[in-house]
DNA sequence: TTATATAGGACTATACTGGTCTTAATTAAT
DNA sequence: ATTAATTAAGACCAGTATAGTCCTATATAA
């Protein structure tokens, strides 16, 4: 199961590359379909998603297309998250008093707050704007999934 | 979406049960659907997935039930989750460079990646026996939710 | 006027999730 | 031996989420 669904993970695709055209005018949905590699459809579905909730605007007709309404600096991943998918909570029995039936779990919950609030707060904390700058400074060369996996390895330590 | 499904929860809590009740003989299935409050055919179910992954014996008959097999500072949450439901992972495109078609994707993704990492190692950590002292040097007293309320409250503060 | 765009409702196939029902097989105690 | 308590396990089901398509309408630059 996929905490970040796909649908979310095509929406942080198109926000990067408005991102990265920000202040460049609009780009229309064929174009971010076509580079992002998101069927036309759901593209089109996204981004009218990411417009209804305040985050880009649209310009119709011939040359029209979206582009960011704020800086890439004030959006971040978790924000694009709550638009596009349901809210990532870590268990059911952390809404409440109510689900929890004894005592004996909220050692339990206890612990599991502390991840779910780890989670959104990392997310809360990841900007479009970060991600660019990551991206540039990784430089031109393709490895990045290489240095992933050493990450993997030293989890942890 | 709950990354911890109600399932899997249900689990943590029969498998708590167990650890409290390690060396001290059989629980029957009827027993821990009761103290746990999880109907007893689902419970049913978890015991006979969590016995066929080898971490609780049964025996049969009157008198029968689970136990453990392995000490409760061997298993961990994680174990658990891998049992119950299907795995967790924070993205689909995490899981190889195929489903990645752009670069500037991938500093996205190197973000996600540590993030997948933390919640493994977390849940991996936390093993069934630190839950069990969390709970006795946390009081007698019934009072964990108003903490965890309060933790609500003061988060990312 | 036309071609290029966005806007948005309706629909669908598939899979997952939580959960139940039913029928067996085992065994301690009487 | 019989009975009652117990695990074992397959089949089934309703509800919902997910990813995705289809279709029609509307706006607008050229």
Not at 82 to 92: E, K, M, N, T, Y
Request: aromatic residues 8%.
């Amino acid at each position: 199961m996929e905490i970040i669904r796909r649908k979310t993970d095509y929406a942080f695709r198109l926000m990067l590359n408005l991102s990265i055209n920000y202040g460049k005018g609009a780009v229309s949905a064929r174009t971010l379909s076509n580079e992002e590699q998101v069927s036309y459809q759901l593209t089109c579905k996204l981004l009218q998603k990411l417009h209804d909730s305040g985050y880009i605007k649209s310009s119709m007709g011939p040359k029209g297309g979206y582009f960011l309404i704020k800086s890439p600096s004030q959006i971040s991943l978790a924000d694009i998250v709550r638009v596009i998918q349901s809210p990532i909570s870590l268990s059911d029995c952390l809404l409440g008093i109510n689900n929890c039936p004894k005592k004996s779990i909220c050692s339990i919950h206890k612990e599991l707050y502390k991840l779910g609030n780890y989670i959104d707060n990392f997310l809360s904390n990841l900007t479009l704007n970060q991600l660019i700058n990551i991206r540039n400074n990784d430089s031109e060369n393709n490895a990045n999934f290489l240095i992933n996996k050493e990450f993997s390895k030293n989890k942890l330590n």
